[in-house]
C-alpha cells in the first residue's frame, strides 16, 4: 500500500516516515512540506534518519492523491487544504492534526462525504482504550466531578490538546450530553462553588513532555484516576498508520480510531 505523509519534514512527520518504512506491506508513496520550507527536494527516508528511500519532499499536494492513503500531522488550516485536495481522488485521509475550529471541523466533514477520513486527537491504542473506559466511569459514577489534566511539550500550540478534548467527550458521551455545554476550560479569580455536572480542564506545557493525561473522577472521599502517559511519539506514528491500512478502500465517511481498532460502543 502506498502512503503518503504531509509534513514530512517535522518531528511527528519524520516519525511518521520511520512508521510507514517499518510496516510490512506498506510503502512511503509521497512525502510533502510546506512552500517554501528548507528541507524541499530531500529525502524523506534521510530526514527521518533511516538512509535513502528515493522519495523527495516537495510542495506540491498533488503527489498525494496517487497515494492509497495520506497521513497527516500539520495544522487546522492546511489539513483542511488537503481534505479538499484529496476529496476528488478518493484517497483515504488520516488526520491526527488537533485545535481545529468548528468551521474546520465541519470542511472536513464535507470533504469525508467523497472519501474516508479518520480524525482523532489522538492515534494510540492505549488512548482510545483509556477514552473507552472513561465514558464507562463518567456513567457508572453520575455524582463524580470529572476533571481532565494534562501535560505537553513548551512547543505545542493548542491547549486544551486534542487528546483532552477527544477524553472529555468520552466524559460527557457517558453523561449523554455535549461537552461544549459543560466544559470549564479557564478558573481565575473568584469563581464560586463548582457547578454539579461540569467538566473541568487543566492544562500544563513546559520540558520536551510527549504527553501525560489525566482523568479524575471526584467523589466524596474517594478519587477515581484514569491516565495515560505516552513515552514515545512513535506510538502516534504506528496507530496512524494502522489507520491508513484500515482506511483505505473504505466507503466514504467520517471514522474515528474507535472504529479502526474496533473499540466504538454496541
Request: net charge negative.
Amino acid at each position: 500500500m502506498r502512503i503518503g505523509v504531509a509534513g514530512a519534514a517535522g518531528r511527528m512527520g519524520r516519525a511518521l516516515v520511520r512508521a510507514v518504512l517499518e510496516t510490512e506491506g506498506a510503502e512511503l508513496g509521497a512525502a510533502t512540506e510546506r512552500a517554501g520550507a528548507s528541507e524541499t527536494g530531500e529525502d524523506a527516508g534521510v530526514l527521518a534518519g533511516v538512509g535513502a528511500v528515493g522519495v523527495a519532499l516537495t510542495a506540491d499536494l498533488a503527489v498525494l492523491a496517487g497515494c492509497d492513503a495520506v497521513l497527516d500531522f500539520t495544522a487546522p488550516a492546511a489539513s483542511v487544504a488537503l481534505a479538499e485536495a484529496l476529496a476528488a481522488s478518493g484517497t483515504a485521509h488520516v488526520i491526527g492534526t488537533t485545535g481545529f475550529s468548528e468551521a474546520e471541523d465541519e470542511a472536513i466533514a464535507k470533504a469525508a462525504r467523497s472519501m474516508a477520513v479518520v480524525k482523532s486527537g489522538n492515534m494510540s491504542l492505549g488512548v482510545n482504550l483509556l477514552s473507552v473506559l472513561v465514558e464507562e466511569a463518567a456513567a457508572a459514577l453520575p455524582q463524580a466531578d470529572i476533571e481532565v489534566l494534562e501535560m505537553h511539550h513548551r512547543r505545542k500550540v493548542d491547549a486544551p490538546s486534542g487528546t483532552a478534548l477527544l477524553l472529555g467527550n468520552a466524559a460527557a458521551a457517558g453523561r449523554k450530553v455535549a461537552l461544549k455545554d459543560k466544559a470549564v476550560m479557564v478558573r481565575e479569580g473568584h469563581t464560586g462553588p463548582r457547578e454539579a455536572g461540569t467538566i473541568g480542564f487543566a492544562t500544563l506545557r513546559g520540558g520536551s513532555v510527549i504527553g501525560e493525561h489525566d482523568v479524575i473522577l471526584a467523589l466524596d472521599s474517594e478519587r477515581v484516576v484514569l491516565r495515560h502517559v505516552a513515552e514515545d511519539r512513535g506510538v502516534f506514528a504506528k496507530g496512524a498508520v494502522t489507520a491508513a491500512l484500515w482506511a483505505a478502500g473504505k466507503a466514504p465517511g467520517l471514522y474515528s480510531m474507535r472504529d479502526v481498532l474496533g473499540l466504538t460502543r454496541r
